[in-house]
Each structure stands twice: as C-alpha cells, then as structure tokens.
C-alpha cells in the first residue's frame, strides 16, 4: 500500500466518520413530540369515572418536578382542564375526576422549571364526561298501572328506565343523565330526580300519564323519550259493600214520582 | 527425504483433523444457539398475580392488577437516545377490549370499573408501541359489584306481620342481608346487588331502590298477599329465587256510596212530598165533604 492509498482510505474513513457524527447529532436534537394515547377525541366517559388519560412524550425524559436539570428534553407535564391548570404528572397514565358535561384537556412539556418549551409542545382531547352509560339508547317504560286498568283515587306510577341515570336538574346536558317530567292528562305534574314512585291523587274517570326523560337543562332527548299509561279512576274501587240499595232506590223515586204526579193530577180534577 | 517426511505427515494428518472436528462442533453449537432462541435468551413473560381469575370484588372498590415482568426491561416511552429493543418497552392495559392504561413500572394497577364482569388484558409493547413477536400478554377475568363480594342474600318482611288487619294503605318494611341496593338504569347484573320488587296478588307495584318503607296504597278489601323480592338489575330474579311473601287482611271503615246516598235521600224527599200531599188531599176532601154536607 502506498502513501497515495493510505491517503484515500484515510479520507474516506475520515468522511464516514464525520457523516456519521453528523448523522447522531441530528437524531439527538430531534424536537420533543406529544401525543395522548388515551383517551380518543370526543370519547365518552361514563358512570361518572375519572377520566384516565395516557400519553406519550418522545425526545424527552420525564422527570419529577425539582428532580432534574432544565433542559429542553426533560421536565414534566402541566395538565389543564377547560383553561385552568389542574395538575403536573411525570408519568405516561394519569386520571383525572370531572364533573358531568364536556371538557377539553390540554397536556403540556414543560422543563423541570415550569417554563414551556420553544416552540411550545402541546396536545388537546375533547371528552364528554357523564354519569349515565357511556353507550346504549336511553329506555323507559311503565311498569305500574297497566294501560286500561280500573284503579282507586291514590295510586302510584312505577316505571324504568335503561341507560339513563336520574341526576337532579342544573347542570350541563350530558349523554345518558338528566330527569323525569311527569304528564298528567296532558299537564306537567312533576318532575323526577330520583327513582322514586310517582304519588296521584286523581277524581273518577279517563286519565293518562306521560313520562319523559329530559336533559339537565330540561330538553327533550333526540330522539323523544317517552312512555305513557291509559287508565280510568274510579273512587271505592276494590271496597267491599255489603248491600247496595243504589238500584231499589232508584226504583222507589221513581214510583214515588209518579204517584205524586197522579196525586197532584187527580188533586187538579178535583 | 522421503522416509524423513513419512512420519512427519502421519503426525500433522491426526492435528488437522482435530481442528477441523473443533471448528465443525463449535459452528454447530454456534448454529445449534442461533436457531433454539430458548439457550440464546429466554424471552420476556408477563405473569398477573393478582386478582385471581373470576375474582368478584366487591362494594364497588377499584380492582387491583398486580403483575410480574421478566426479561423484559418496563421504561418510560420515548427516552431521549432511547433504542427499541424487543426487550425494553412497558406494558399496555385493555379493559373489555378497551385501550385503557399504560405501566411504565412493576407497580400495581389500579382500575376503577363499573359493576359486571370485565376481562383485563395486560400486553408487553414496545418502546415504540408494537408488540412483541411473539405476543406476550396475560388475561384475568374479574367481576365488579357494589354488592358484597360473598354471602347468600336474603328478605324478609318485618311489616306488616301475616294475618295483620290493616286499612287500606299499607307500609312494607323489609330486612335485606348480602344485598345492596342500587338504582336500576340498565348496567349489566352482578352478584348481590340489584333492587326490591312489591307484588300485590302477584302484580308488580312497585321498585324499591334504596333501603326503604314501601307503601302500597288503595289495597282492596279482605285478603292480601304482599310478595318483596330480590332482583337484579334487569329486573330478572335472583337465581335461586329470594323472596319474601305475607298475606294481611284489608278492611276498611264502612263505606257509604254517594249514589246510594244520594238516591235514598231523594227517595226521602218525594217519600215526604207524597204524605204531605196525601194529608193535603185528605184534608181537602174532608172540607169538601163539609161542604157538601153541611151541618142543619
């Protein structure tokens, strides 16, 4: 091998050297990424369960706050809920307890410091957080009176409901929650928070009871719904009376009428 | 020369051989390790301690997934300079099918899950995400419950007592053991817990939801059967069957019908018209009688 060739090979492992130096340098000043695993955007969270949110940080190592040096590839996340700041987390899954309705979470890098990183890494989900079932259409029925039955004045509703849980008004509408409006003949009678019988006190005759769930805000589901019963009151029934002389009565008046009509005809002859 | 090298050769013939023999089982067991990864490393396995398969956990608190990992290195994803590595990476949660959580250490997990039956399915994945080739995961199937998680259920009716005399509203009280109440909105069955059913005659009248008085209202007269029965959250009974029955009596004050009131009253009223008119009559007749007669 001559000075010539020493030389090239030299060079070219020189310049192998420096590309592959070059090369390292740019994987390790690759920027820090963020992306949440879980959960999806717009999930529904149901049964009031905290909301359990992983993510995922790449170029960058997790940190406890105060553990670690302030650089740009280490640090912690700032969690925020709906604009306001709500935790840090050093771990890749964390939960995080939320009221019923919809909530925007906003994951942040930061360094160890709290300061943002440049250019400021952050990811957003937009979940939906109920009390009810995250899934399934809401159901109700009646179960007590059965329509057309003949019942006394006092008598109780019973019904059930599915997928759908009742949770006092006022607060933002949520998928699967809110209450019972109660129709009677057609005007609003009550309202539902709880799974309690519905008490009616209602005078002799054709009647008809209408359940409806509603939101928290008092709106109708869409699609509607409803359940209704069709049933007639009528006072004393089931009582035993021993004699009724409803009948020998009315048959006694009306003898009666007629002989005082013929008294009085007979009484105007004379 | 020729004879010198004779013996020469007879000695180096037998050393070749021995060398080549070596480099022959040193490739084989070189080969032999390459191709059974079982001497090369044994690969990583994921083992759930606890709970124990069909575990049911009870009065509603979180399930606690205890797991053991071995070779296999758990670490936070995404490490600056990190390299994937089919032996680092950390462990994926699915509940029901369901991406769930993410462990990054040996530590117990803890997982607040509805009332029903679940299957937890832990998997080693990657740093990058992927899972292993070949799989390794680990399942357990448990059963949430707001109820206890063990014991026989069972009602009994402590108001009113069999053979009462009662009016025409009754209370009910029952006494409920290894049972919890909760409301019924459709969630899926678990083992003792649910809600009371009141039957009148064997009719449905009414769901109790929570520990209360039931009150049935507007009971006909004489002999009633009142039935409390435990049922799940479908509404199906119990299997086997708990329920409680008693029968009462139901009487009432006596009661007066309005029209039976109404029309003995008339009768009364055209009853006094009728005298009042027949003595009027008599009288009138009597005077005419006198007139038409009268005394010398």
Same mark, same amino acid.
């Given at each position: 091998?001559?000075?010539?060739?020493?030389?090239?090979?030299?060079?070219?492992?020189?310049?192998?050297?420096?590309?592959?130096?070059?090369?390292?340098?740019?994987? /390790? !000043?690759? =920027? #820090?990424? $963020? @992306? &949440?695993?879980? +959960?999806?955007?717009?999930? %529904?969270? *149901?049964?009031?369960?905290?909301?359990?949110?992983?993510?995922?940080?790449?170029?960058?190592?997790?940190?406890?706050?105060?553990?670690?040096?302030?650089?740009?590839?280490?640090?912690?996340?700032?969690?925020?809920?709906?604009?306001?700041?709500?935790?840090?987390?050093?771990?890749?899954?964390?939960?995080?307890?939320?009221?019923?309705?919809?909530?925007?979470?906003?994951?942040?890098?930061?360094?160890?410091?709290?300061?943002?990183?440049?250019?400021?890494?952050?990811?957003?989900?937009?979940?939906?957080?109920?009390?009810?079932? /995250? !899934?399934? =259409? #809401?159901? $109700? @029925? &009646?179960?007590? +009176?059965?329509?057309?039955? %003949?019942? *006394?004045?006092?008598?109780?509703?019973?019904?059930?409901?599915?997928?759908?849980?009742?949770?006092?008004?006022?607060?933002?509408?949520?998928?699967?929650?809110?209450?019972?409006?109660?129709?009677?003949?057609?005007?609003?009678?009550?309202?539902?928070?709880?799974?309690?019988?519905?008490?009616?006190?209602?005078?002799?005759?054709?009647?008809?009871?209408?359940?409806?769930?509603?939101?928290?805000?008092?709106?109708?589901?869409?699609?509607?719904?409803?359940?209704?019963?069709?049933?007639?009151?009528?006072?004393?029934?089931?009582?035993?009376?021993?004699?009724?002389?409803?009948?020998?009565?009315?048959?006694?008046?009306?003898?009666?009428?007629?002989?005082?009509?013929?008294?009085?005809?007979?009484?105007?002859?004379? | 020369?020729?004879?010198?090298?004779?013996?020469?050769?007879?000695?180096?013939?037998?050393?070749?051989?021995?060398?080549?023999?070596?480099?022959?089982?040193?490739?084989?067991?070189?080969?032999?390790?390459?191709?059974?990864?079982?001497?090369?490393?044994?690969?990583?396995?994921?083992?759930?301690?606890?709970?124990?398969?069909?575990?049911?956990?009870?009065?509603?608190?979180?399930?606690?997934?205890?797991?053991?990992?071995?070779?296999?290195?758990?670490?936070?994803?995404?490490?600056?300079?990190?390299?994937?590595?089919?032996?680092?990476?950390?462990?994926?949660?699915?509940?029901?099918?369901?991406?769930?959580?993410?462990?990054?250490?040996?530590?117990?997990?803890?997982?607040?899950?509805?009332?029903?039956?679940?299957?937890?399915?832990?998997?080693?994945?990657?740093?990058?995400?992927?899972?292993?080739?070949?799989?390794?995961?680990?399942?357990?199937?448990?059963?949430?419950?707001?109820?206890?998680?063990?014991?026989?259920?069972?009602?009994?009716?402590?108001?009113?007592?069999?053979?009462?005399?009662?009016?025409?509203?009754?209370?009910?009280?029952?006494?409920?053991?290894?049972?919890?109440?909760?409301?019924?909105?459709?969630?899926?069955?678990?083992?003792?817990?649910?809600?009371?059913?009141?039957?009148?005659?064997?009719?449905?009248?009414?769901?109790?939801?929570?520990?209360?008085?039931?009150?049935?209202?507007?009971?006909?007269?004489?002999?009633?059967?009142?039935?409390?029965?435990?049922?799940?959250?479908?509404?199906?009974?119990?299997?086997?069957?708990?329920?409680?029955?008693?029968?009462?009596?139901?009487?009432?004050?006596?009661?007066?019908?309005?029209?039976?009131?109404?029309?003995?009253?008339?009768?009364?009223?055209?009853?006094?018209?009728?005298?009042?008119?027949?003595?009027?009559?008599?009288?009138?007749?009597?005077?005419?009688?006198?007139?038409?007669?009268?005394?010398?």
């Amino acid at each position: 091998m001559n000075a010539r060739t020493l030389a090239c090979v030299c060079a070219t492992m020189g310049l192998i050297l420096v590309s592959g130096s070059a090369a390292s340098n740019a994987r /390790a !000043a690759s =920027p #820090p990424t $963020l @992306s &949440i695993v879980s +959960p999806a955007n717009n999930a %529904v969270i *149901g049964n009031g369960s905290p909301v359990a949110v992983v993510f995922v940080a790449s170029n960058f190592n997790l940190t406890a706050p105060g553990t670690g040096s302030s650089s740009p590839n280490a640090g912690h996340v700032e969690v925020s809920v709906d604009g306001s700041w709500t935790s840090h987390v050093s771990v890749n899954a964390f939960r995080l307890s939320l009221a019923s309705g919809p909530h925007t979470i906003l994951l942040r890098l930061v360094m160890d410091n709290g300061t943002g990183l440049t250019p400021d890494v952050a990811q957003f989900v937009s979940v939906t957080v109920t009390r009810g079932p /995250a !899934a399934g =259409p #809401p159901g $109700l @029925s &009646i179960a007590f +009176p059965k329509e057309d039955a %003949v019942l *006394g004045t006092d008598l109780y509703v019973s019904y059930r409901v599915v997928n759908f849980v009742l949770v006092p008004p006022g607060g933002p509408a949520a998928p699967n929650e809110g209450h019972i409006h109660v129709l009677v003949d057609g005007a609003f009678f009550q309202e539902l928070t709880d799974y309690q019988p519905v008490h009616l006190g209602l005078p002799d005759g054709p009647h008809n009871v209408t359940l409806q769930l509603v939101d928290s805000l008092h709106g109708p589901l869409s699609p509607d719904v409803s359940a209704s019963a069709h049933f007639t009151v009528r006072a004393l029934v089931g009582r035993v009376i021993l004699v009724d002389f409803t009948t020998y009565f009315g048959v006694t008046n009306v003898g009666l009428a007629f002989a005082i009509i013929a008294l009085m005809y007979r009484k105007l002859e004379a | 020369m020729a004879r010198g090298l004779t013996p020469t050769r007879r000695t180096a013939i037998p050393h070749d051989r021995a060398i080549a023999v070596a480099w022959i089982l040193l490739l084989g067991l070189v080969g032999f390790c390459v191709a059974n990864p079982f001497v090369a490393a044994a690969g990583p396995t994921l083992v759930v301690v606890s709970p124990a398969d069909g575990t049911v956990v009870g009065n509603g608190t979180p399930i606690t997934v205890d797991f053991l990992v071995s070779n296999f290195v758990l670490a936070q994803p995404g490490r600056v300079g990190q390299i994937g590595s089919p032996t680092e990476g950390h462990v994926d949660v699915y509940v029901d099918g369901a991406y769930t959580w993410m462990a990054t250490q040996v530590e117990p997990i803890v997982l607040p899950l509805a009332s029903g039956p679940h299957t937890i399915l832990l998997r080693l994945v990657m740093d990058n995400g992927t899972a292993l080739t070949p799989d390794v995961s680990a399942s357990v199937r448990v059963v949430a419950t707001h109820g206890p998680a063990a014991g026989i259920p069972t009602i009994a009716i402590v108001s009113p007592r069999p053979g009462q005399l009662t009016g025409h509203d009754v209370y009910v009280s029952v006494e409920v053991s290894n049972f919890t109440f909760v409301d019924a909105h459709g969630q899926p069955n678990a083992p003792n817990e649910g809600h009371v059913e009141l039957f009148l005659a064997g009719v449905l009248r009414q769901d109790l939801s929570r520990y209360d008085t039931g009150f049935l209202v507007d009971l006909p007269d004489g002999n009633n059967t009142i039935t409390a029965r435990l049922v799940n959250n479908d509404h199906t009974p119990l299997t086997p069957d708990v329920s409680a029955s008693v029968t009462i009596t139901v009487k009432g004050a006596s009661v007066s019908v309005l029209s039976e009131t109404m029309s003995g009253g008339i009768a009364l009223l055209l009853a006094a018209i009728l005298v009042v008119l027949l003595i009027r009559r008599r009288k009138a007749l009597a005077r005419i009688a006198k007139e038409r007669n009268p005394k010398p």
